[in-house]
C-alpha cells in the first residue's frame, strides 16, 4: 500500500525564520509531488510540484526532490504569521494523488 | 472565472438517509477525484474518474457511490451503507489523469449525521 508520511508537528517557527517540512514516501514508482497549504476550515492550495531531483524554487518556498531516497521537502523563507496553516505532502503514481497527514506549521509573531 | 464548485458547503444527514453532494468544473479537465477528510487526518481517496463515464474506485468507496454523466460533473452520493460519514469532503480535477498532472481543489462539503 503506498504510504506517504510527514510528521503532525506543530512545526513552530518565529516570523522570518525558515521552517522545513519534510515527507517520505514508499512508492518508488511515484511520478511527481506537490504540496499543498491547507487553512484550518479550508480546502487545500496547491502551492509546489517538483517532478524530478533537486530543488526548485518559488519566491519564498523551495521544493527539495530525492527520489533515491524517496524524500521530499518544503522549505519557507522568511516565513509569516500568514503561512500558519497544515502542510499535506502529495505524491502521484500513475493516476491518483496519495496524501500524508500533514503538517502543522505555526508562525509567531 | 474557471473553478470547482462544490455544493452545498454544509449538509446535515439523517440516519438512514442517502444524500448528494455536487461537483462542478469548468476547467476542461478531463479527470476529477472525491476525498475525504477526517479531523487530524490526511485525505483519503474515496472515487475517481479519468473520462467521461468511466470511474474507479479509491481505497475507501464502501457506502458511496458516483456517476460521471458529463465532463463537468462528478456527484457523490453518500448512501445509508456509510457507517460514519460525518467528514469534509473535496472534490478535485486535473486536466488529465497523467503522472505530472497538478489537482487543484473546490472549497469542500462538511458533511454532519444529526
Known amino acids: 500500500q503506498k504510504e506517504v508520511e510527514q510528521n503532525s508537528g506543530p512545526l513552530s517557527v518565529p516570523e522570518g525564520a525558515i521552517a522545513s517540512l519534510n515527507c517520505t514516501y514508499s512508492d518508488r514508482v511515484s511520478q511527481s509531488f506537490f504540496w499543498y497549504r491547507q487553512y484550518s476550515g479550508k480546502s487545500p492550495e496547491l502551492i509546489m510540484s517538483i517532478y524530478s531531483n533537486g530543488d526548485k524554487e518559488d519566491g519564498r518556498f523551495t521544493a527539495q526532490l530525492n527520489k533515491a531516497s524517496q524524500y521530499v521537502s518544503l522549505l519557507i523563507r522568511d516565513s509569516q504569521p500568514s503561512d500558519s496553516a497544515t502542510y499535506l505532502c502529495?505524491?502521484?503514481?500513475?493516476?491518483?494523488?496519495?496524501f500524508g497527514k500533514g503538517t502543522m506549521l505555526l508562525v509567531s509573531p | 472565472d474557471g473553478g470547482i464548485t462544490q455544493s452545498p458547503k454544509y449538509l446535515f444527514r439523517k440516519e438512514g438517509q442517502n444524500v448528494t453532494l455536487s461537483c462542478e468544473q469548468n476547467?476542461?479537465?478531463?479527470?476529477m477525484y472525491w476525498y475525504r477528510q477526517d479531523p487530524g487526518q490526511g485525505l483519503r481517496l474515496i472515487y475517481y474518474?479519468?473520462?467521461?463515464?468511466?470511474?474507479q474506485k479509491g481505497d475507501i468507496a464502501e457506502g458511496y457511490s458516483v456517476s460521471r454523466e458529463k465532463k463537468e460533473s462528478f456527484p457523490l452520493t453518500v448512501t445509508s451503507a456509510q457507517k460514519n460519514p460525518t467528514a469534509f469532503y473535496l472534490c478535485?480535477?486535473?486536466?488529465?489523469?497523467?503522472?505530472?498532472?497538478?489537482?487543484?481543489f473546490g472549497q469542500g462539503t462538511r458533511l454532519t449525521v444529526v
Open positions: 474518474s479519468q473520462i467521461v463515464n468511466d470511474f
Open positions: 478535485a480535477s486535473s486536466i488529465s489523469g497523467g503522472a505530472d498532472t497538478e489537482a487543484f
Open positions: 502529495a505524491v502521484r503514481g500513475y493516476s491518483t494523488l496519495t
Open positions: 476547467l476542461n479537465h478531463d479527470a
